[in-house]
């Protein structure tokens, strides 16, 4: 059987999950249940970033140690995954002691590529990551994401031979081993892999930073944060040694964000190709949704909670909304105008009216006997190419295609005149196909939204109609 793994980015857990992080979940999650659906062997992993100086801080603000604020703050994301109906089979938490177990061997089998030196630069904690002069110099010396300023590092590192590794990867990219998808950002990678790739420091002094993975031998160093979070996707498997490990690795689709994309398309290959790995066969980087056209921010009051949005409409309509209005390439927007007509337009009018409307018909001239549904006719082929590029968006407006074709149809054929003409075998043609095609469309939204399409086939599977409670998408909002 083929076997497929999908894994995403673990986020930080500084704070709740805001409709943004909703994305890598979203999108892996598409992508394993399709897989499932195809019949293959799917792993599907998902998890949090823990360490670093970013939650150590939190922490310290909130007058608790890291590990019990991580504690207490991961049951929420834990909590939002299965709210968003993420059908994840595993949950890495980075502070978990196998994670640790496993990134300390990771640690050795990379001593090759692995040396002393000193560290004298900048640092953005928001980011995480190492700033080089001249962005320090072009941001004025203010992170403009977190706006914080950065701090001043003067210390002894270990570092990592990066540089050794900047041709091979970008050959692997070249030649589609790793695909980086979409395309523009594989020229992005690309050129950044031109200019060479310089040596990075992976560790932190623990007399500074303790809140971090111990380096193996060395008490006085952590790994930096980023180092070790990217070693989750290979340890969650159980690196080296766990048959799953053997069995699901490489990933088949990694999906991240489009700011991390260096980490995972030049940093993370690098490592594995240190570890003598095979590297992931796409890496898949999405863009970023803002609110009402700008990024979310506190300071802004524009964060969207999207366990709000799950509760007022259900967790379809969220997933829908976010699988086909937000760009699966290019940055997309929320607001709740948009959300709210979209709600009441496509899923209420479009599909849901279908459902009812047909469910009804076949109640009301067949007493709920449909018959023999022949088998799906419609041709896939772009629908799955489009899955097969991550462009979720365009595989829901293929099937929106067919929902507009369908009501289009029920429009035509009109199933009221023709059961006024006395011609019960056309009528029951006419029917069939429209109860076909809901199937169709039904098999077609399973990985995006799986309840509705399990509705659907409740109502029409097993040649007779089983009459819904109610609407599948009712108009006035849920009471949470
Ligand atoms: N902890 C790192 C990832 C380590 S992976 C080994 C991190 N965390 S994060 O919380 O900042 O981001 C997690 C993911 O959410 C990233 O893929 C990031 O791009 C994504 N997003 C964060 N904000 C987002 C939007 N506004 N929109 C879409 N995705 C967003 O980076």
């Known amino acids: 059987m083929k076997k497929f793994y999908v894994c995403t980015a673990i986020p930080y857990v500084n704070a709740k999950a805001h409709i943004g992080h909703a994305m890598d979940f979203l999108y892996a999650d598409i992508l394993a249940r399709y897989h499932r659906q195809q019949g293959e062997n799917v792993r599907f992993s998902i998890g949090t970033d823990e360490h670093g100086a970013k939650i150590a801080e939190k922490a310290e603000e909130q007058k608790v140690t890291p590990q019990a604020y991580t504690d207490q703050i991961v049951p929420t994301w834990v909590e939002f995954a299965k709210l968003a109906n993420i059908s994840n089979d595993y949950f890495i938490r980075t502070t978990h002691p196998e994670h640790e177990k496993r990134a300390g061997i990771i640690w050795k089998n990379l001593s090759e590529y692995i040396y002393k030196g000193s560290y004298a630069g900048w640092y953005c904690v928001g980011c995480e990551e190492y700033k080089t002069d001249t962005h320090v110099k072009d941001t004025n010396g203010v992170c403009p994401l977190h706006n914080r300023p950065y701090d001043k590092l003067e210390e002894e590192n270990?570092?990592?031979?990066?540089?050794?590794?900047?041709?091979?990867?970008?050959?692997?990219?070249?030649?589609?081993?790793m695909k980086v998808v979409p395309e523009f950002r594989k020229k992005e990678i690309l050129n950044v892999l031109e200019e060479g790739l310089t040596?990075?420091?992976?560790?932190?002094?623990?007399?500074?930073?303790?809140?971090?993975?111990?380096?193996?031998?060395?008490?006085?160093?952590?790994?930096?944060?980023?180092?070790?979070?990217?070693?989750?996707?290979?340890?969650?498997?159980?690196?080296?040694?766990?048959?799953?490990?053997?069995?699901?690795?490489?990933?088949?689709?990694?999906?991240?964000?489009?700011?991390?994309?260096?980490?995972?398309?030049?940093?993370?290959?690098?490592?594995?190709?240190?570890?003598?790995?095979?590297?992931?066969?796409?890496?898949?980087?999405?863009?970023?949704?803002s609110s009402g056209g700008q990024k979310m921010s506190k300071s802004l009051g524009n964060v969207i909670d999207p366990v709000e949005v799950i509760e007022k409409y259900g967790v379809d309509p969220f997933r829908y909304y976010l699988a086909r209005h937000i760009s699966s390439y290019d940055d997309g927007d929320f607001t709740w105008e948009k959300y709210t007509e979209v709600y009441n337009g496509e899923l209420a009018n479009e599909l849901g009216n279908a459902v009812s409307r047909i469910a009804t018909m076949v109640m009301k001239y067949q007493e709920g006997v449909i018959g023999d549904i022949p088998p799906a006719e419609h041709d896939t082929a772009s629908y799955r190419e489009a899955l097969e590029l991550c462009r979720f968006d365009r595989a829901l407006e293929d099937v929106w295609d067919q929902v507009r074709g369908l009501n289009q149809y029920i429009e035509e054929e009109k199933p009221w005149q023709v059961a006024k003409e006395n011609d019960p075998e056309h009528l029951q043609e006419v029917l069939v196909y429209m109860c076909g095609a809901l199937l169709e469309i039904a098999d077609l939204l399973v990985p995006f939204m799986p309840e509705t399409a399990e509705k659907i086939k409740h109502i029409f599977a097993d040649g007779v109609v089983r009459m819904p409670d109610g609407p599948l998408f009712p108009k006035e909002e849920k009471q949470a």
Not at 160 to 170: C, E, G, I, N, P
Not at 215 to 224: L, N
């Open 158 to 177: 270990y570092f990592f031979r990066l540089s050794a590794f900047s041709d091979t990867v970008k050959e692997a990219i070249e030649a589609g081993k």
């Open 199 to 289: 040596d990075i420091s992976i560790s932190r002094p623990s007399g500074k930073i303790s809140w971090g993975i111990p380096v193996p031998g060395d008490t006085t160093q952590v790994m930096y944060v980023w180092f070790e979070a990217l070693m989750n996707y290979i340890t969650v498997l159980g690196y080296p040694d766990h048959a799953d490990f053997k069995t699901y690795w490489p990933a088949d689709v990694q999906v991240v964000g489009k700011d991390i994309l260096r980490f995972h398309a030049a940093i993370w290959p690098s490592m594995l190709l240190g570890l003598k790995l095979p590297l992931p066969s796409v890496v898949y980087a999405h863009g970023h949704v």
